[in-house]
């Protein structure tokens, strides 16, 4: 039985978590939740899965929990709250496993908190790899503490290497749905709006994200993502588009065979991996290969989703280079939801945040939330 923290329980990757503990009740079993704001599912989640701790985003709305909680009369889960809240829950004495779903930079206290405890980690969180993946691998490598993706690219890299070894790795294709505005002609880019940006053809996510798909942010941030937690240089890693998102990505050898995993677009197959690694539990997750026809790849085009090649320089420097990639762009994507800036402006933002970063590498988490906050404040100097 393995006991599970779960942070950002009320997302749509802590959702999907508690279904799949659902339907594997002899494996898994809630131990913690940090629920973030969310008051109703996080009192639904208290009473469904009677976790031993509890944290919500503010002092306030812990206190609510704990009111409503005695008054359902449910005795013996503790509500803390904030980010040392969130740290409480990771580190629980009786957590067997963190699954780290918490979207920003706010989950990387307890995530790295939960690897220097020793706790295998099922990462969905992408900008804790791109801000601090080098404190988290290393970490993670001292401590030899697993961390399992669940972002569905860098879950299907992950299967795709136990194949081979490390040093036979030629090359790490990701797959890309080139997200709405793939055959869009670049003079159009400049008229694209955040109702069109916001519909994706092939995952439903959150704004961010969605955003970070059209402009293909998020498979920049991805690329820095791989070389963290694969160990390769940023040269070794390849984007493809493949607008049916079948192939999740693929893993090139040296000998010149490519591996590739396929599977249904649907988030609880990676997340049962990270949970289930190293074994591989049945489940009813299934793909129909018989009805697949078509498999369709082409490269990317960096001229009109410059946000790719923004990610590779800033994969290359490392560091507070990839802070600022991601902390530029969330403050870009939240102008653009605005209408404060145009589309473009998102990889334009970027770009000259990029330019005034120094070449540093933060040593710990105070250091990368420090270059996070002051990336962030040159980001919106730069905004209307
Ligand atoms: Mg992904």
């Not at 503990?21 to 009192?43: D, K, W």
């Not at 795709?160 to 070894?165: E, H, I, P, Q, S």
């Amino acid at each position: 039985m393995k006991r599970l923290a779960i942070l950002g329980s009320t997302g749509s990757i802590g959702q999907s978590t508690l279904s799949i503990v659902e339907q594997f009740p002899e494996r898994y079993q809630v131990a913690a939740l940090a629920a973030g704001r969310n008051m109703n599912e996080a009192f639904a989640q208290a009473s469904r899965w009677r976790p031993r701790m509890i944290s919500l985003a503010t002092e306030e709305l812990a206190g609510e929990l704990a009111g409503r909680l005695r008054e359902a009369g449910i005795t013996g889960i503790e509500v803390v709250h904030g980010t040392a809240g969130t740290v409480a829950c990771a580190t629980l004495p009786d957590v067997d496993f963190v699954v780290s779903a918490i979207v920003g930079v706010a989950g990387l206290e307890a995530t790295h908190a939960a690897i220097l405890a020793g706790k295998p980690v099922g990462l969905a969180n992408k900008e804790c790899m791109v801000a601090a993946g080098e404190i988290l691998t290393r970490a993670a490598r001292e401590r030899k503490v697993p961390i399992l993706p669940i972002d569905s690219e860098h879950n299907a890299v992950h299967q795709c290497m136990r194949v081979g070894a490390h040093a036979e790795v030629k090359t790490i294709w990701l797959t890309a749905s080139g997200g709405p505005f793939r055959q869009l002609p670049l003079d159009q880019f400049a008229n694209i709006t955040p109702e069109q940006a916001l519909k994706h053809p092939t995952w439903v996510m959150g704004r961010r994200i969605t955003i970070d798909s059209a402009t293909m942010l998020n498979k920049g941030l991805e690329v820095v993502e791989a070389c963290r937690l694969f160990d390769v240089a940023p040269s070794q890693v390849r984007v493809t588009v493949h607008p049916q998102s079948t192939v999740h990505s693929l893993v090139e050898y040296v000998d010149g065979s490519i591996l590739a995993q396929i599977s249904v677009t649907d988030m609880r197959l990676p997340i049962l991996y990270a949970l289930a690694w190293p074994e591989r539990p049945a489940s009813k997750l299934t793909f129909d290969l018989a009805a697949l026809r078509h498999l369709d790849f082409e490269p990317p085009d960096f001229e009109r989703f410059p946000c790719l090649r923004l990610a590779f320089e800033a994969a290359e420097k490392g560091g507070a280079h990839c802070i600022a990639l991601n902390a530029a762009d969330e403050v870009a994507v939240e102008a653009f939801l605005d209408r404060r800036i145009p589309f473009m402006g998102i990889p334009r933002t970027i770009e000259e945040v990029l330019a005034t970063t120094p070449e540093a590498h933060p040593a710990t988490i105070a250091e990368v939330l420090a270059a996070d906050r002051e990336a962030r404040r040159r980001a919106r100097v730069l905004l209307p």
